[in-house]
């Protein structure tokens, strides 16, 4: 069994790749919305300013928050109920729920990706 760092420190490299896939989707979406290829300034400006995409902002923010906290903590410091807790709390607003499964159902590489996450969410800290 894992130290809880370490198990925690998985799970976000996991949690990380999702969200690396999610904002692919998105951006492809959002091209075709568009009509045309963004260059990377361009999507950083819809991902940051456009009102459509506000309910992403919540989990970018919760990984660069779980990432600082696990660079800080010692291992023992570490509080399973936090970590797991606002991980839950994001991936259960509405619209982030609804994107997923939207993504699931028409991507087999996000597919793939939520469900070795969400393994690794079940497994103990």
């Known amino acids: ?9 998985g799970l976000m490299t996991k949690l990380k790749k999702v969200h690396r896939r999610l904002l692919e ?3 492809l979406e959002a091209e075709s919305h568009f009509g045309r290829k963004m260059n990377p300034f361009e999507f950083f ?4 300013q456009d009102k459509n995409f506000e309910w992403l902002r ?3 923010k ?3 928050d779980l990432d600082g906290f ?3 903590v010692e291992s023992s410091d570490i509080k399973k109920q936090y970590v797991e807790g606002e991980i839950s709390k994001v991936l259960s607003m509405p619209r ?7 993504h699931k159902d028409s991507d087999t590489e996000f597919a793939a990706l939520d469900l070795e996450f969400t393994k690794a969410m079940a497994q103990q800290g």
Request: glycine share 0%; no cysteine; proline share 6%.
């Open 1 to 9: 069994m894992l130290e809880p760092k370490q198990h925690y420190i």
């Open 25 to 27: 989707l998105e951006r």
């Open 45 to 48: 400006q819809i991902l940051t």
């Open 58 to 60: 919540p989990f970018t």
């Open 62 to 64: 919760m990984i660069a």
């Open 70 to 72: 696990l660079d800080e």
């Open 96 to 102: 982030v729920k609804e994107r997923f499964e939207r």
